[in-house]
């Protein structure tokens, strides 16, 4: 028999839009529960390029989302600045861009607001010195990158200091009806199979590609396009700013740099469903084709691995065979009791990574609306816990570098962890060598439940690197078993997980280094371990 738990509002969804709907009702004190099926920016948080939008991209076609973008691009660095770094960006034309496009690009910057300068060629090369020669004109823009998934787990925690509540690895299964009213959902632990009823006063409905599907579980009808798109991993980070191609928007036009990597991409094709992340060679070899333009060397840069991540892009009625490239970026909040006659659910989609905060403010504007709740948004001045400023460490005999690396990784789970590391040198082990990830940083971001190296991962970039995990994730899980972290079985199951996870990634560029990198993973695993991790698995 399921347990019950009441609560003023749910939100479903554990990526930004999620999160930061969670942090702006805790910060007017409404009482809120996060449900996320998996684990926190599981989604399309953590599978794009990393790219803080100038705006910049949408000054043409879209103004009122380019004006949107470079707003909230500036709230975003004074406000959660522990996970932005402020790059900077260019933008480059090259002989075959279309000139008139140039003018009207920077029209439409201007009516926007967007600061743009232009610069000389031999200032954008000097700067930047893998972009093409054969470049004709160079913009500076205020682009940023951002690190998705220690933002979405800090605006987390923030909420939760405030009194929230958040159920990860918990699927929405139900919604509980009252004829035309959503009195609650039905959710059901995905490690234990225990159900629990939530009674709320709104649901909110924050689930980015999902958006649809649960919706209708409440009998609603939506028509999300999911946009699937490509990226690849460069093996270090060979640009400061974020490059972008001058010309309409299309393929392989961006580089971000994020941490010691630079991110390329994308492509754009509809797919039917959110889960589907699949990965073609044929797609990743035309990106590359085409990204040749503005990076010759593009060739001589190794690739680590590909991935890809499905866009939500509303729109109100379908424009059958739209590409999705003339679908607005704009966010979509969708009020269920006026529009469908459907009273307690809420659904915000749409926008963009950039704009999470705005979609945030707007929906809590609207439950507030709902609720009869008189509190502002305060979401644009309250800064976000910055992870090197938190004052987790106090002893000067702990080295700084590691000090901030604990604490950027960690964030809150950083606390306490100090002594622990002064007091047992183990857990000052490097387990990654690619990325620097040690034993303290693993431990003290594994969350309550199941061993899950995707989840560490994501906190700590534990197998980012060249190798992929090729060494540290079997280290990790054994030294994870010898600590009584997990047991012998669980850690089994984690390593074949993240060894298919990886290797899904690193197949589809395997050439050159990456493929004698993938076959050395393959002997290991394969061959030395004896485990069988053919296949695919989304982790």
């Known amino acids: 028999m399921a347990s019950k738990i009441e609560t003023s509002v749910v939100v479903i969804g554990g990526g930004a839009t999620g999160a930061g709907v969670l942090r702006d009702l805790s910060l007017r004190g409404i009482q809120t529960i996060l449900i996320e099926q998996r684990d926190l920016t599981h989604g399309t948080s953590s599978r794009y390029h990393g ?14 989302t380019a004006k949107e973008s470079y707003e909230e691009n500036i709230i975003i660095k004074r406000t959660i600045p522990g996970s932005i770094e402020d790059t900077g960006g260019f933008f480059v ?34 700067e930047e010195p893998f972009i093409s020669k054969k470049a004709q004109a160079a913009y500076r823009v205020p682009d940023g990158a951002v690190d998705g998934f220690t ?36 959710v059901q632990n995905m490690h ?21 599907k649960v919706a209708a579980l409440a009998g609603v009808e939506l028509d999300i396009v999911n946009n699937r798109g490509m990226l690849a991993v460069f093996n270090h980070r060979f640009n400061r700013h974020v ?13 971000v740099p994020a941490h010691d ?26 990106m590359l084709e085409e990204g040749k333009s503005l990076v010759p060397d593009i060739d001589k840069l190794r690739l680590i691995r590909a991935f890809t991540g499905v866009r939500p892009l509303y729109q109100e009625k379908r424009i059958e065979g739209n590409s999705g490239r003339n679908i607005s970026r704009g966010m979509a909040l969708l009020d269920h009791q006026s529009r469908d006659g459907i009273k307690g659910l809420i659904s915000i989609t749409g926008g963009k990574l950039t704009t999470f905060r705005l979609m945030a403010e707007k929906t809590v504007d609207l439950v507030c609306e709902i609720l009869g709740v008189h509190q502002t948004c305060t979401t644009h001045q309250e800064i976000v816990p910055h992870r090197e400023t938190k004052e987790f460490f106090q002893k000067a005999n702990l080295a700084p570098a590691a000090k901030n690396k604990l604490i950027h990784w960690a964030g809150k ?29 693993i431990e003290s971001v594994i969350a309550d439940g199941k061993f899950n190296l995707g989840d560490i991962r994501r906190r700590t970039r534990l197998g980012m690197g060249p190798c992929q995990g090729t060494f540290c994730n079997h280290r990790a899980a054994a030294l994870a078993v010898q600590r009584g972290l997990t047991t012998a079985t669980e850690a089994e199951h984690a390593l074949l997980q993240a060894v298919k996870e990886r290797q899904k990634g690193m197949d589809v560029v395997a050439i050159g280094e990456t493929a004698k990198q993938l076959e050395l993973m393959k002997a290991i695993y394969h061959v030395s371990l004896a485990m069988e991790v053919e296949g695919e698995e989304n982790v």
């Not at 929230?164 to 699927?171: F, N, P």
Request: proline content about 3%; overall charge negative; hydrophobic content about 40%.
């Open 151 to 186: 933002m979405v787990v800090d605006l987390v925690a923030d909420a939760v200091s405030r009194g929230s509540r958040v159920l990860t690895y918990h699927q929405v299964i139900k919604m509980i009806m009252s004829q035309t009213s959503v009195k609650g959902v039905l």
């Open 261 to 286: 990597v630079t991110i390329f991409g994308t492509t754009g094709i509809n797919v039917k469903e959110p889960e589907d992340l699949s990965l073609e060679r044929k797609e990743l070899m035309e």
């Open 192 to 212: 234990t199979g225990e159900q629990t009823e939530i009674y709320a006063d709104i649901i909110i409905n924050a689930t980015g590609p999902w958006t649809a």
């Open 413 to 441: 789970r950083a606390k306490g962890m100090e002594e622990r590391l002064e007091e047992e040198d183990l857990l000052n082990t490097v387990v990654c060598e690619c990325e620097q990830v040690t034993l303290g940083e």
């Open 243 to 255: 490059i972008n191609r001058l010309r309409k928007p299309g393929d392989a036009e961006i580089f």
């Open 93 to 126: 034309k090259l002989p075959e861009d279309d000139d008139e496009y140039v003018q009207k690009w920077v029209d439409g910057c201007q009516r926007s607001g967007i600061p743009i300068e232009e610069i000389s060629v031999a200032e954008a090369l000097q």
């Open 51 to 64: 790219l803080l939008h100038s705006g910049a991209r949408y000054a043409v076609r879209d103004e009122e």
